[in-house]
């Protein structure tokens, strides 16, 4: 096993984990608090359906999932990223698609869900070419 599969791997656990402190943070936020500085935000938090809650989490949880079956060689890793990245692009094409967040934000605000779905992308790509390569058991 290559000293870069530990390095990638590690790091995509650890950025996994930041989605999952992004997502703690934002499910409990105070939103009378976040009105004060940015109402638009505080609203489309607060008109946020249950289900597109509901894809963050899984996105989040089951990407980090993934990271740690990766980091352990396992081939379900390539599973789980399919899912979270399903569930990625199911939260992203609500708040793009079901919003006005482009027209108020701009497009500027699209380009961090653009990197997350990038790297979600390239996770699972990275684990099925570990898994093709049978470093994953």
């Known amino acids: 096993m290559q000293k870069s599969f530990y390095v990638l791997a590690v790091l995509a656990l650890l950025w996994n984990i930041m989605g999952d402190a992004a997502y703690l943070m934002q499910v409990t936020m105070d939103l009378d608090a976040l009105a004060r500085t940015d109402p638009y935000q505080a609203r489309l938090f607060a008109e946020m359906p249950v289900w597109v809650w509901s894809a963050y989490a899984v996105a989040v949880w089951v990407g980090t999932c993934a990271a740690v079956c990766l980091l352990l060689r396992r081939a379900i890793a390539v599973f789980l990223y399919a899912v979270s990245l399903a569930a990625v692009l199911i939260q992203?094409?609500?708040s793009f698609g079901a919003t006005d967040l482009l027209a108020v934000k701009g497009v500027s605000a699209a380009i961090f869900?653009?990197?997350i779905?990038?790297?979600t992308a390239a996770q699972m790509a990275y684990a099925q070419h570990l898994k093709k390569r049978s470093w994953l058991k």
């Open 113 to 115: 869900p653009a990197v």
């Open 117 to 119: 779905i990038l790297l």
């Open 92 to 94: 992203f094409g609500y």
